[in-house]
């Protein structure tokens, strides 16, 4: 039962095994307001720097999983199956892996712990959980509201560390024999790493990595549809999810107009502080996300891309960038081949269906492409030969509790959502009974 006063969320100690608690020695790290640099003790939009719009829908996205895993809990089912032999019976049943670790992202700060302990938890495994640096102010919270909801002590931990301490804590959760399974959502090259030390004892993986997703549009689409789309799929979160389009590939016959209409688009939004309502871009998280925007702009325009508007910091600093649209794009650039995590849209162009396909999938990457078609053949062929774990077909937002989102290739291993989440935490037993005729 929830207590009837009011739960303290703005926490700054560690959550482990139902007990509030500082470092041993002491040590401490700061969690810094992107937008302004200062020191900070509120929640998502003041450690993350979305807009409070964008924060709300998260923090929506993020309770959906507990409902949905807390109903999902309940539909575990096992099988009987038909037997072998007359003298046997075969049940299979579903037990819970037992403790498993998650490690999370700082771009959704909410939503990405839900994700993994809701259906953890659903299932009847603990979790200890590691935020990222930048943002475990809204993991605490979560644990916050969990220990006042009556969550028996060390169901749920959340141990907090900067980043030069992730490496001892990711070591510890992956060779702790207790620990059987890891659930990571990060960049592919961590979550490499961390699959490797998962091999030393056979601990499963569940792994939400990188994505490189091309957001394509046909000459047949609703070309009003195909902006809007690609506007909101590229500069929500500042760019800064892992499905952010970031291949935009537009066919010969509308390439024009529809740079013409984006850039138009990109020009109007509004950039400013989180917490302000007219913001729509808030931010880049810290100085490393900065620079890499940067970096992908100036290796783009040094190898022959044309700048049509952005292209520098935003007047009001800290880590604030320009909503940016490039064309010229070309495989040999970085903003080609990694995730720029930024406002910054790179613009190609293709001339047919095969040749779209071969682009898109050029790539080692497959968690999400995009694209907009109103050709029924071309939307089944296009969505069958792309190399990719999901595909949003004439939309540019895909996310939801009640779909397996997860990708292929580098972008990861296994599903979140839907009933296939609760199966990453769950085991499958086999029982032969056998002399039943005896
Ligand atoms: P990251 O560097 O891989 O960090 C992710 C998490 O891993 C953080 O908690 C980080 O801790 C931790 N970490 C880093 N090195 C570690 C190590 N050696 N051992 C254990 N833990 C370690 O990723 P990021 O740049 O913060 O996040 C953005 C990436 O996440 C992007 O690639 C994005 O596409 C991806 N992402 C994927 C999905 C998906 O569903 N596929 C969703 C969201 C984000 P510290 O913060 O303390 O360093």
New binding site residues.
């Given amino acids: 039962m929830m207590p009837s006063g009011p739960i303290e969320l703005s926490r700054n100690q560690a959550f482990i095994n139902g007990v509030w608690c500082g470092a041993d020695d002491g040590a401490s790290f700061a969690v810094l307001n992107p937008a302004t640099g200062e020191q900070l003790a509120a929640l998502l939009t003041l450690e993350q720097g979305k807009p409070l719009a964008e924060s709300r829908v998260e923090i929506a996205y993020a309770a959906s999983f507990l409902e949905w895993y807390g109903e999902e809990g309940k539909r575990v089912y096992g099988d009987v199956i038909p037997p072998h032999r007359a003298d046997n019976r075969i049940v299979v049943s579903k037990q819970p892996v037992g403790v498993c670790a998650g ?6 700060p909410s939503a ?1 712990v839900t ?1 993994k302990a809701a259906p953890a938890l659903g299932a009847g495994c603990t979790m200890v959980l ?6 475990p102010l809204s993991a605490l919270a979560i644990a916050a509201l969990g220990e006042a909801a009556g969550l028996p002590p060390g169901v749920l931990s959340i141990v907090t ?11 510890e ?2 060779s702790n024999p207790t620990v059987r399974k890891l659930g ?8 490499k ?2 699959m490797a ?1 998962c091999a030393a004892n056979v601990q499963k993986v569940t ?5 490189n997703a091309p957001f394509i549009v046909m000459d047949d689409a609703d070309l009003d549809a195909a902006i809007a789309g690609a506007l909101v799929c590229k500069y929500r979160n500042t760019g ?4 952010s389009a970031n291949r935009i590939m537009v066919q010969d016959g509308v390439f024009d107009a529809f740079v013409e209409r984006f850039t138009a688009g990109a020009k109007a939004l509004t950039v400013g502080l989180g917490t302000e309502t007219a913001s729509m871009l808030g931010p880049l ?1 810290d100085d490393q ?1 900065l620079d890499k925007v940067e970096a992908h702009v100036a290796d783009a325009i040094a190898k022959g891309a044309t700048l049509h508007t952005g292209g520098a910091r935003h007047a009001l600093g800290q880590t604030f960038y320009q909503p940016t649209v490039l064309t010229g794009i070309a495989p040999e650039m970085a903003i080609c081949n990694e ?1 720029t ?1 930024g406002p910054v849209a790179g613009i190609m162009h293709f001339n047919n269906e095969e040749e779209v396909l071969r682009m898109a999938n050029d790539t080692p990457y497959g ?1 999400v492409a995009y694209f907009y078609s109103r050709d029924v053949g071309r939307i089944w062929r296009l969505s069958e030969g792309l190399e990719y774990g999901m595909i949003g077909i004439n939309t540019g937002m895909i996310s939801t509790e009640v779909a397996p ?3 292929i290739k580098e ?2 291993i296994g599903r ?1 959502g839907s009933h296939q989440g609760i199966d990453e935490y769950l085991e499958a037993k086999y029982m032969c009974m056998g002399g039943i005729d005896a």
Avoid: H
Wanted: aromatic share 8%; hydrophobic share 40%; net charge negative.
């Fill in positions: 490690i999370t992202p700082w771009n959704f990405m994700r590691k935020p990222a640096e930048q943002t560390t900067d980043a030069a301490g992730a490496p001892a804590i990711g070591a959760l992956t990571f959502t990060g960049s592919t090259v961590v979550g790493l961390l030390q792994l939400e990595l990188g994505g800064q999810t892992c499905i998280i996300g995730e995590i968690l989102f997860g990708g972008s990861g979140y």
